[in-house]
Nanobody, 125 residues
């Protein structure tokens, strides 16, 4: 019923940039927290960044601090991840996720209620 629609993935060279988008569709709901996770082949899904809708608190994994920026367009219920200075180790499927009102931390997959389909980001060396 709730769908997260992702876009913006692609292939870039090291040092390049991409902007990922995640829009909520299918149902209007209250957004408490949205985040980005990524999963590389053979690895567990890992936290990348998160944003609290109220107060605009943001959180980043240490591996992406200073390079990635999470933001939102509240009128469109859309979240963005601006990725700069991309490295080959950033290559992964990136997933957006949403918590609709629960009390959560932000860095665990279990903190989120809904997930997008994922979008591939590939960074060549």
């Amino acid at each position: 019923q709730v769908q997260l629609v992702e876009s913006g993935g692609g292939l870039v060279q090291a040092g390049g940039s991409l902007r990922l988008s995640c829009a909520v569709s299918g149902r209007t709901l209250s957004i408490y927290l949205m985040g980005w996770f990524r999963q590389a082949p053979g690895k567990e899904r890992e936290f990348v960044a998160a944003l609290r809708w109220s107060g605009y608190s943001t959180y980043y994994a240490d591996s992406v601090k200073g390079r990635f920026t999470i933001s939102r367009d509240n009128a469109k219920n859309t979240m963005y991840l601006q990725m700069n200075s991309l490295k080959p180790e950033d290559t992964a499927v990136y997933y957006c996720a949403l918590n609709a009102g629960g009390s959560t931390w932000y860095g665990l997959a279990s903190d989120y209620d809904y997930w997008g389909q994922g979008t591939q980001v590939t960074v060549s060396s």
